[in-house]
């Protein structure tokens, strides 16, 4: 006989205010790019930290392609740290006992705010493949009725890795009097061709799943696993480097002294990417996935601004920290540079650093040394010019 | 009323011998890596100009992944030019006017040559699964039967790119007395972790499809359409680089004014994919592409040779030439410089070219005038030190 299992505790972390949502654009809707109007709509956060009494030490961080609202404490799905543990909590860099720190949900995703997953209230189903599609503007503009809803005029700073750089930057272009400092890490001013590439390949993995049964698969009770699982698997070698999968896995044999002449995964980097793609198929949503990627391929501050990437920022009072890391190749530090180049030209208060990393994209939610000290630095900085108090 | 249609005649090339079949292993069997025996199995290959008196100008050319055995000439089933047009034919590097040049479908391929798509004669059914996994010596073991077959002692050049290099290299190691001349390009020693891991993407996107039928699809008269095809579109974006991407689609939209919010392909780059992935899977076996994957995920002549690449090179009077491209990030200049690295250290006659080219693993296949010039040169010298008469 065993024990009598306790109830599930979540590890919280300090300051953290758990499980919040709000309704917004009740009383006017959101306007999507599409055209289309969202509202009311629910967007789930997490905050941590305290609001201090001017609401001027709120630090936005926005979650990339997987990521969620719980930047710390203990992910209520996984069990698992929340993904940017490493930066987010008394004494780290963004430091919850001088800012408050506020982690949401986008538009789109499955981890409480509207998105494919949940109920449509005009049909009472979900919504799957009727949800509009949704862009990097459409989430910022969601985001922006969130700071409304809280009352903070003017975010500290806002910063996020990868499609999280991408919001930051279109919170620089589209509400620059709303943002004190801006640190978007390891993005892209638009997407290349070769991550558009890589996007369609786990689309169509999806799609190719005849569980996603055109998108209706939760009125089914299915779930795309084997397509999904295909799909993670590809974007997931596209966040680490060549190098770095060398390192960690090399050709080492899974448990086991030679190959076995079949296709089981006789290489232990097989069997990571099988455990990556099984594990993220059962806390993520395979329509989310499909609308995430595409928001991200659609991005293109270059093009919104006229074909002159400056022009989002001209006139700007934000300060920026644009970092990079030089085995990225999936936003590589040029695509950086292109945004470093563009806040000079308009002169703005930019700095840049690129991180010396053999990890790849992923770097953003490692354990990076230099990463931290120049995050932590920038934000320090700026926050001492912003009267913020030091804890 | 339409006028009969011409019977198709397939443009020969210059000296072409045509759908040649042999069976080898009938004698004594082809005695594979996994133990088994293989016998009697068919070889279909191609042959281009002339064999000389002496049978000192023979050049076999190894095909990669999705090669044949059709180098030039029109391809009789996609009815395109052979994948090495740009380099076999009078005149061209592989000067058909000098040198009788051979192609041969690798074991395990798809053209002919016996794999899983064949009958099994024990059986009488197609061998699918049940074909036993080939490595890249056991390609190079039948190659050498067709070799004996042709009376051919020794090969004045083996060649090929990527998996074609590991052939070339596995030639050279093997059977030394056998190669007058070797030229691997944009090879490898041993198939890195991420070329593993990318493969694995693709066989499983292959297996997770229903229609894959455990590999038995053949009989039950279906083929995984939908699941290799994103595996040739994954694989397919490790062949270019990021900028030949940007260069030759950027994010230019398929013939349409705007994005249209939709999961339509609305790049070009989308479009290009998608097509890519269909039309290969048209002239492809889905199961070869399991096993000749397979094959290179295991090539690793390092571990064959006791973890000393040099030792597969002891004493070798072959003269080798090493090219890789800069651009190649699957089969990286550092890489090829591995294997020249152990071929100095046994002194072997090597020369090794760096081809600058921004168009990637693919670049092999494509009009690169330095790397024509290269291969040219490197064939014209040795061919002098043969004594192979020009033409």
């Known amino acids: 006989m065993s024990a009598p299992q306790a109830p599930k505790v979540l590890n919280r972390a300090p300051g953290e205010r758990h499980g919040q949502r709000v309704q917004l654009g009740a009383d006017e809707p959101l306007r999507l790019d599409c055209g289309m109007e969202l509202g009311p709509f629910t967007m789930a956060y997490q905050t941590y930290g305290t609001l201090n009494a001017d609401k001027s030490n709120a630090i936005l961080v926005c979650h990339a392609l997987s990521g969620d609202q719980y930047l710390t404490g203990t992910h209520p799905v996984t069990g698992k740290p929340g993904w940017w543990h490493l930066m987010v909590g008394p004494g780290l860099p963004l430091d919850t006992d001088r800012y408050f720190v506020i982690g949401a949900n986008v538009l789109g995703g499955c981890m409480g705010t509207t998105g494919p997953k949940e109920t449509n209230p005009a049909t009472g189903k979900p919504y799957g493949m009727s949800f509009p599609v949704i862009t990097i503007r459409d989430m910022v503009g969601a985001q922006k009725l969130l700071l409304d809803h809280l ?58 799943d005849p569980d996603w049964c055109d998108g209706d698969y939760q009125s089914q009770g299915k779930h795309p696993r084997r397509g999904f699982a295909v799909a993670r698997m590809a974007g997931h070698i596209t966040y680490l480097s060549g190098p770095a999968l060398h390192r960690k896995f090399g050709r080492t044999l899974q448990n086991r002294p030679g190959v076995t002449y079949g296709f089981d995964a006789d290489f232990q980097v097989e069997s990571y990417l099988r455990y990556q793609g099984s594990a993220f198929v059962e806390r993520f949503d395979a329509n989310s996935y499909l609308y995430i990627t595409r928001a991200m391929d659609y991005f293109d501050l270059v093009e919104e601004y006229g074909g ?84």
Request: glycine content about 8%.
């Open 151 to 208: 009352g903070i005029d003017q975010l500290f700073c806002v910063t996020g890795g990868s499609m999280g750089a991408m919001q930051a930057l279109q919170w620089a272009a589209s509400y620059p009097e709303r943002v004190f400092a801006a640190a978007p890490i390891a993005g892209a001013a638009r997407h290349t061709a070769q991550n558009i590439a890589f996007h369609e390949v786990g689309r169509q993995a999806i799609m190719a």
């Open 308 to 391: 002159v990437l400056a022009r989002a920022f001209e006139g700007t009072e934000t300060r920026f920290c644009v970092i990079s890391f030089t085995s990225d190749w999936l936003f590589p530090t040029s695509e950086n540079r292109a945004i470093v180049h563009a806040l000079n030209a308009v002169a703005a208060n930019v700095s840049f650093v690129e991180i010396e990393s053999d990890k790849g994209h992923d770097a953003f939610l490692l354990d990076e040394p230099e990463f931290r000290a120049t995050l932590a630095g920038f934000l320090n900085g700026a926050a001492e010019h912003r009267g913020i108090k030091r804890p």
